[in-house]
């Protein structure tokens, strides 16, 4: 008898320990479910509409002139703002490729599909480089040859350290677009076929 008690003793002490381990071990597992759920993850800092700013309105702007012709054959300044950077002459030079604005009224100047290859300025003279679609694309005529010169020169003499203007096509020299306008020495600006009137 006193054994059988024992025995039962024993086996009602080895219930109780299972349960309490049980017990421990739900609350364990909800204690760190809970943990895990409260643990929030960082939220997306998203900027407020304000603070999206684009970098071209941050960078510092300057006017230049460009110039285009009208229906008269005369060239007419358009005044337009670049990005202030170190090389404002080639900027310059890209934004006079893509022609003039649409409601100006006013006609491109350098022929389709020309672009601006390289360009350096020493010794008061600026050589720029412009791509062979310059001269195979020139629809041609002393006027028009006129134009495309000198608006290229005009638009490149308006910066202090540039005097005269050597163009090349592709990288070489060539003796003219057209025939009619000498490109074998570097050329000064010309104001006589600059138009004030639009």
């Given at each position: 008898m006193y054994k059988k008690m024992?025995?039962?003793?024993?086996?009602?002490?080895?219930?109780?320990?299972m349960?309490?381990?049980g017990a421990c071990?739900?609350e364990?597992e909800?204690?760190a479910?809970?943990?895990?759920n409260?643990?929030?993850?960082p939220?997306?800092q998203?900027p407020?509409?304000?603070?999206?700013?684009?970098?071209?309105d941050?960078?510092?702007?300057?006017?230049?002139v460009?110039?285009?012709?009208?229906?008269?054959?005369c060239?007419?300044?358009?005044?337009?703002?670049?990005?202030?950077?170190?090389?404002i002459?080639?900027?310059?030079m890209?934004?006079?490729?893509?022609?003039?604005?649409?409601?100006?009224?006013?006609?491109?100047?350098?022929p389709?599909?020309?672009?601006?290859?390289?360009?350096n300025?020493?010794?008061g003279?600026?050589?720029?480089?412009?791509?062979?679609?310059?001269?195979?694309n020139?629809?041609g005529?002393?006027?028009?040859?006129?134009?495309?010169?000198?608006?290229?020169?005009?638009?490149l003499?308006q910066?202090?350290?540039?005097?005269?203007?050597?163009i090349?096509v592709?990288?070489?020299?060539?003796?003219?677009l057209?025939?009619?306008?000498?490109?074998?020495?570097?050329?000064g600006?010309?104001?006589s076929i600059i138009?004030?009137?639009?």
């Amino acid at each position: 008898m006193y054994k059988k008690m024992q025995r039962f003793f024993v086996i009602l002490g080895l219930l109780l320990i299972m349960g309490c381990l049980g017990a421990c071990s739900e609350e364990g597992e909800e204690e760190a479910t809970v943990t895990i759920n409260q643990v929030s993850q960082p939220e997306e800092q998203v900027p407020a509409e304000e603070d999206v700013v684009v970098l071209q309105d941050v960078m510092d702007k300057i006017p230049v002139v460009l110039y285009f012709a009208d229906e008269l054959g005369c060239l007419v300044a358009q005044q337009r703002e670049i990005p202030k950077v170190d090389g404002i002459a080639r900027v310059t030079m890209q934004e006079l490729a893509k022609g003039p604005d649409p409601q100006s009224g006013l006609l491109p100047t350098l022929p389709p599909g020309t672009h601006l290859k390289d360009i350096n300025i020493k010794d008061g003279v600026c050589i720029v480089d412009m791509s062979r679609e310059l001269k195979e694309n020139h629809a041609g005529g002393s006027s028009g040859e006129m134009l495309t010169v000198y608006s290229i020169v005009n638009t490149l003499t308006q910066f202090p350290t540039v005097e005269r203007v050597k163009i090349l096509v592709n990288g070489q020299v060539v003796n003219t677009l057209a025939g009619h306008v000498d490109l074998s020495v570097p050329l000064g600006r010309n104001d006589s076929i600059i138009t004030s009137s639009q």
